[in-house]
Nanobody, 113 residues
Framework: QVQLVESGGGVVQAGGSLRLSCVAS????????MGWYRQAPGKQREWVGI???????NYADSVKGRFSISRDNTKNTVYVQMNSLKPEDTAGYYC???????WGQGTQVTVSS
């Protein structure tokens, strides 16, 4: 059974930073490419970035240079370090195995201006 648990969200002022975590179980972590996604109120869920099993990353243009995804293979955990946050980054943030169908409950990030 796949389980994804995101944490680390909160309220931060514009320009601030947050680090989100996602602990995964029930997936083949050693080969999983993990993705971060977000969904703002009234908008469709959008892709934020990915990290492959080998540690290669790719990011959406909207977060490139501000967000950094990493993973700890000893803990089955993927992180996203979010710097220079903007009000438009306000959303629920979710992680997922890009090949899978299961979503976690997400963690809310609110950036105040």
């Amino acid at each position: 059974q796949v389980q994804l648990v995101e944490s680390g969200g909160g309220v931060v002022q514009a320009g601030g930073s947050l680090r989100l975590s996602c602990v995964a179980s029930g997936i083949d972590w050693s080969i999983a490419t993990m993705g971060w996604y977000r969904q703002a109120p009234g908008k469709q869920r959008e892709w934020v970035g990915i990290i492959t099993s080998g540690g290669s990353t790719n990011y959406a243009d909207s977060v490139k240079g501000r967000f950094s995804i990493s993973r700890d293979n000893t803990k089955n955990t993927v992180y996203v370090q979010m710097n220079s946050l903007k009000p438009e980054d306000t959303a629920g943030y979710y992680c997922k195995d890009v090949r899978g169908e299961t979503w976690g409950q997400g963690t809310q990030v609110t950036v105040s201006s």
